[in-house]
C-alpha cells in the first residue's frame, strides 16, 4: 500500500481502498464534498454558491431550474432590463437620418421619400421612409411621442417584439399609403416621409398592452383621438399613413396577446418563452406576406405589374 496519504492516517480511514473520489475525475481524490448531493467534487468541479459549496452539476441543474421559473413579461418573452436600447436605437437613426437630410437634402429625400408611383422599383422605401422628416417640428413631436411610448413598451413586450411592431407599423403605413392613394391624382407622384406610421402603430399597441394588462385606456385613446383630429384637418398630412400604421399597430399587438401561451403553476417558464417567441414570430411574418400580397393586388390592378 503506497497511497498519498493527504494527511489522513489509515486509522482514519476505515476503507483506505475506497478514498473519495471526484465523480467526473476519477483520479482525483477529493474530500470536500458538495452540499446538496453530497458527492466529492475535485478543485475543477467545486463551485462557490450561497449555499456552501456546490458541485459543477448541482450549480448547472441550479441555474436551469431557475431560468424556468423566472417571471416573463406579459408576451411571454424574457423580462427586459436595463435602457430602452430599441427605442435610443430607432430616435438616433431617425436624428441621423434628419442630419443627412439637412446636408445633401436632395441625395437622402430622391433615395429614402416613399412615393407609390416608384414603390416597386424602391422597395426600401416602404421603410426607409419612416426615419426622414419634413422639418426639425416634425422631428421633435414624432421622437418625443416615440420617447414616451417606446420606454414603456419595451419594457412590458420585450425588445425584439417592440421593434418589431415599431417597423412593421412603418411598413403598414406606407402599404396604406400605396393602397388608398388614386394612381390617376397627383398624390401617386408626391412623397411621403415621417416616423408616424411606426408612431400610430405604438399608440395602438399602447392602447392593446394596456386593456389587456387592465390598466387604464382612457389617456391613451384621447391621446390617439386629437392625433386623428390633427390628421384630418392639418393639410399636408398623409392620414392613409397615419390609418394604416395605427390598424397594423393595433393588429399585430391585438394578434400577439391572443396568441400568447398562458402560463400555469407548473408550466416551464422558458419552453413557453420559446413557444411564444415563435407564434409571435410567425404573427409578424403574417403581417409582412399580407402587406406584399396587398401591393402585388395594388399594382397589377393599376397595371404597374
Ligand atoms: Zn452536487
Ligand atoms: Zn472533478
Redesign the pocket.
Given at each position: 500500500m503506497n497511497r498519498p496519504s493527504y494527511g489522513y492516517s489509515a486509522e482514519d480511514s476505515p476503507q483506505p481502498d475506497q478514498q473519495p473520489t471526484?465523480?467526473?475525475?476519477p483520479d482525483?481524490v477529493?474530500y470536500v464534498r458538495c452540499k446538496r448531493c453530497e458527492r466529492p467534487?475535485?478543485?475543477?468541479?467545486q463551485r462557490g454558491a450561497a449555499v456552501g459549496m456546490l458541485c459543477?452539476d448541482c450549480e448547472r441543474q441550479l441555474n436551469r431550474q431557475q431560468a424556468s421559473t423566472r417571471p416573463r413579461n406579459s408576451m411571454g418573452g424574457a423580462m427586459t432590463r436595463g435602457a430602452p436600447v430599441v427605442t435610443y436605437t430607432l430616435i438616433a437613426l431617425c436624428v441621423l437620418a434628419y442630419l443627412g437630410q439637412m446636408l445633401a437634402p436632395h441625395i437622402v429625400n430622391q433615395l429614402g421619400m416613399f412615393a407609390p408611383f416608384r414603390a416597386l422599383v424602391m422597395p426600401w422605401t416602404f421603410l426607409s421612409a419612416g426615419f426622414l422628416h419634413a422639418g426639425i417640428l416634425h422631428l421633435v413631436l414624432n421622437m418625443y411621442a416615440l420617447y414616451i411610448c417606446g420606454q414603456y413598451l419595451e419594457q412590458v413586450m420585450g425588445r425584439w417584439r417592440f421593434a418589431a411592431v415599431y417597423l412593421i407599423s412603418v411598413l403598414g403605413g406606407h402599404t396604406a399609403v400605396f393602397l388608398l392613394t388614386s394612381a390617376a391624382s397627383l398624390d401617386w407622384f408626391g412623397g411621403t416621409l415621417g416616423a408616424s406610421g411606426g408612431v400610430f402603430g405604438l399608440f395602438a399597441a399602447l392602447f392593446i398592452v394596456n386593456r389587456n394588462r387592465g390598466a387604464q385606456t382612457t389617456q391613451i385613446l384621447v391621446l390617439i383621438g386629437l392625433n386623428l383630429v390633427i390628421t384630418f384637418t392639418v393639410s399636408n398630412i398623409s392620414w392613409q399613413g397615419h390609418l394604416g400604421g395605427l390598424a397594423m399597430g393595433a393588429a399585430v399587438t391585438a394578434a400577439m396577446f391572443a396568441l400568447r401561451p398562458r402560463a400555469t403553476a407548473t408550466s416551464d417558464r422558458q419552453a413557453l418563452g420559446r413557444r411564444a417567441a415563435l407564434l409571435h414570430g410567425g404573427v409578424i411574418a403574417a403581417a409582412v406576406v399580407l402587406c406584399l400580397l396587398l401591393v402585388a393586388g395594388k399594382a397589377v390592378m393599376v397595371g404597374m405589374l
Open positions: 471526484c465523480p467526473r475525475h482525483r477529493s467534487a475535485c478543485p475543477d468541479c459543477v
